[in-house]
């Protein structure tokens, strides 16, 4: 059974710098596609970054690009977003998600596995 927990969460200031975590355990992720989505309040879910789980292959939403970067470290199981230079429309809950037949996508339709996620609050 797959299970997605996301931490590192938190209050930054705007211009401001956080990783956020995504520990992942239940199955061997070999050919999966894991990624991150974000959820303002009042605004539909958005895709982030998305990456293989094996493979150099990473996606990112044009909004995003430049300032956050999705990792891995496959030895922990554990998926990672670094975010940059933040801004205050940055704020949103994060979700780490997975799908088979792993090629990343941007549609949130296609991930089968979520996390219950992580609160990213930035300041002005």
């Known amino acids: 059974q797959v299970q997605l927990v996301e931490s590192g969460g938190g209050l930054v200031q705007a211009g401001g710098s956080l990783s956020v975590s995504c520990a992942a355990s239940?199955?061997?992720?070999?050919?999966?596609?894991v990624g991150w989505f974000r959820q303002a309040p009042g605004k539909e879910r958005e895709f982030v970054a998305a990456i293989k789980w094996i493979g150099d292959y990473t996606i990112y939403a044009d909004s995003v690009k430049g300032r956050f970067t999705i990792s891995r470290d496959n030895a922990k199981n554990t998926l990672y977003l670094q975010m940059n230079s933040l801004k205050p429309e940055d704020t949103g809950v994060y979700y780490c998600?997975?799908?088979?037949?792993?090629?990343?996508?941007?549609?949130?339709?296609?991930?089968?596995?979520w996390g219950q996620g992580t609160q990213v609050t930035v300041s002005s």
């Open positions: 998600a997975a799908k088979r037949l792993g090629i990343p996508t941007m549609n949130g339709g296609e991930y089968a596995y």
């Open positions: 239940g199955r061997s992720f070999s050919g999966y596609a």
